[in-house]
């Protein structure tokens, strides 16, 4: 029976097969083309579709109702509406840091874009100890192309209204209010993923601490209400895929308009579960260097493009652009120590302190990352540096023995 695309429902691979032979130009009438699901996410399926003469490929996003990692989460499936329109925005602002978008299927909620096979993913990448020495200033330079322009002062007042309201995700906002901002901070659905090791320390450092919990209240309401700027909102290490000369960022379905520094703030929590991850094993990585450099360079060229960019003169106002810069600065270091809590104690953790073989290393590794996660949050307006996040994490694991 051929396949009926006008009814939503997830595609098996052949059908998958059939809908880029019929809807894509990319391949000759009567092409043998095979396909294949490779998704691991948390989330969507993922078909490679080749063309077994040519070599020729695509890759289709499609997003089921319910989250792969547990059906426990509801998910709309329109966020592949907003990760299409969100990757086409992207196209133009920063061409060359992601994904070429080739067609998009409403009704399948599916995304055609390039295949990214000749790269990695930057947190395999590192696990498998290999060097990108783009990826920091590419990541940074990605950071406040996209945060900058859909700023106020930047971004005409009405437009900007009318892309807040294009880009309203409450399902995936809701999701990481849950897993980022309440969960690992009070285990109120019981989801979290602790070891018994690991659990009084958590009880003792996350569940029992109210000085904490009050300040990551506060970042809570700054994500609930500071429409700042579309953000991608899942920046981490494996959202972006690496070459040595290729940098792609991936995967905006969790992008709205929220607080400007919870992009930067997750990347530089992601590259701190490198550097965890490494010295727990005694390896060398250069995910140190990267924390530095991405936090200094997101800095630098914030300043630059932010003074040729504001066009409102009421944000044209001397201190204004200090006053803003501080308050994003702020953001990224709480967003930082939140990811870092998070990913350690939620239910949506990272390989990078999951594939620790070694129990005492990753409990190790665990508490460093914890520790780490408070510093940040709790002296989030004092990190205004590269240096700064450096010399937090360093100070949280040399008390688990990681210096
Ligand atoms: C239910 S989704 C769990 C996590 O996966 C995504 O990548 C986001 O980080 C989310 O928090
Ligand atoms: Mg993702």
């Given at each position: ?53 040519t ?28 990760e ?47 060097l ?65 090791a ?46 040595e000369?290729?940098?792609?960022v991936?995967?905006p ?32 990585n ?8 991405f ?82 949050i ?26």
């Amino acid at each position: 029976m051929a396949p009926n695309f006008d009814t939503y429902h997830l595609l098996t691979p052949s059908e998958a097969a059939l809908w880029a032979a019929q809807r894509l130009s990319l391949f000759s009438p009567g092409a043998s083309l095979k396909a294949a699901e490779i998704g691991d996410g948390n989330l969507n399926y993922i078909f490679r579709v080749v063309d077994t003469a040519t070599g020729v490929s695509v890759v289709l996003k499609q997003s089921g109702d319910t989250a792969r990692i547990s059906d426990q989460f509801k998910v709309s499936p329109d966020r592949n509406r907003i990760e299409h329109d969100v990757l086409v925005r992207y196209n133009a602002v920063v061409p060359g840091l992601v994904p070429q978008v080739y067609a998009s299927d409403p009704v399948l909620n599916l995304t055609a874009m390039e295949d990214l096979s000749s790269h990695r993913i930057l947190r395999k990448g590192w696990l498998e100890g290999r060097l990108y020495p783009r990826a920091a200033e590419d990541l940074a330079e990605f950071s406040v192309k996209t945060l900058v322009a859909t700023s106020d002062g930047v971004l005409d007042p009405k437009q900007k209204k009318a892309l807040v309201r294009d880009f309203i995700n409450p399902d995936l906002c809701e999701i990481t209010e849950d897993l980022v901002f309440t969960e690992p901070f009070a285990d109120l659905r019981r989801r979290n993923l602790v070891s018994q090791a690991l659990l009084p320390f958590v009880e003792k450092e996350l569940y029992e601490d109210r000085r904490l919990r009050l300040e990551v209240a506060k970042l809570k309401a700054g994500f609930l209400s500071g429409s700042q700027a579309l953000i991608h909102g899942d920046f981490h290490t494996g959202s972006v895929f690496v070459r040595e000369d290729s940098t792609k960022v991936i995967d905006p379905e969790f992008a709205f308009f929220g607080p400007a520094g919870f992009d930067p703030g997750v990347m530089a929590a992601n590259a701190v579960f490198a550097l965890l991850s490494a010295r727990a094993e005694g390896r060398e990585n250069e995910a140190g260097t990267f924390l530095v450099r991405f936090v200094d360079r997101f800095i630098e060229r914030w300043k630059d493009l932010w003074s040729v960019s504001v066009s409102d003169p009421s944000f044209q106002v001397p201190g204004y652009a200090e006053w803003h810069l501080n308050r994003v600065l702020s953001d990224a270091a709480g967003s930082a120590g939140l990811e870092l809590c998070r990913r350690t104690v939620g239910i949506a953790q990272v390989k990078d302190l999951t594939a620790l073989a070694d129990p005492q290393a990753r409990l190790r590794a665990q508490r460093a990352s914890v520790r780490a996660g408070k510093a940040l949050i709790l002296g989030r307006d004092r990190v205004r540096s590269g240096n700064d996040y450096w010399k937090t994490v360093r100070r949280a694991a040399a008390k688990e023995g990681l210096d």
